[in-house]
């Protein structure tokens, strides 16, 4: 491959060079900080850029979101410490979905049998009820199905099936995942 020969071709970050600059040195280095632990400030700072956030979303110290003008999130989602979102295209993560410590979510990879590297960015979608345990890593083009969860350190470049339970490198299925009725509401259940 020549890299001397490398250009981005027809992809564009999405946003005008002056808000890309003033995410760069502003926003993301105040969604990123420890020392501002409050969520509902760091889901108005990206609001405030452009990404779309339901209600009740948690985002922990240290997360870094390469371009939140391409992210989409629904409500009651956790978003850990040090997660990744490498968004060089959309990402949408929708309702009530955990995203634990060190999760990367990477939405670009290089065609390595082009001459010149060429960039192919694709979108990741993880959908509701989902985990995606601590560690792990998603590649571009993936869609995590509902429900489905991504163990400890697991990494994946292929889609994940509803309901399924993944673990390894790459990720390999080990068991359907079965929710049990919780506590309550079997109480409230009993009562009627």
Known sequence: MRLDNYTLGSYTP???????ILWYFLGSPLLESHLLPI???KVWLLRSFGAKIGQQVRIKPGVRVKFPWRLTVGDCVWIGEDTWID????????????LSQGVYLCTGNHDWNH?????RPAP????????????SVIGPGVTVGQGAILTL??????????????????????????LRQSEDVVRISAQD
């Open 14 to 20: 999405g946003a005008p060079y002056w808000k890309q």
């Open 124 to 135: 990741i979608h993880i959908e509701e009820s989902s985990w995606i345990a601590a560690k």
């Open 115 to 119: 001459p010149h590297f060429k960039l």
């Open 87 to 98: 968004n060089l295209a959309h990402v949408k993560i929708a309702s009530h979905v955990c």
């Open 39 to 41: 969520s509902t400030f």
């Open 153 to 178: 350190g697991g990494v994946t470049g292929r889609s994940l099936e509803p309901m399924v339970i993944y673990a390894g490198n790459p990720a390999q299925p080990i068991k359907k995942r079965k």
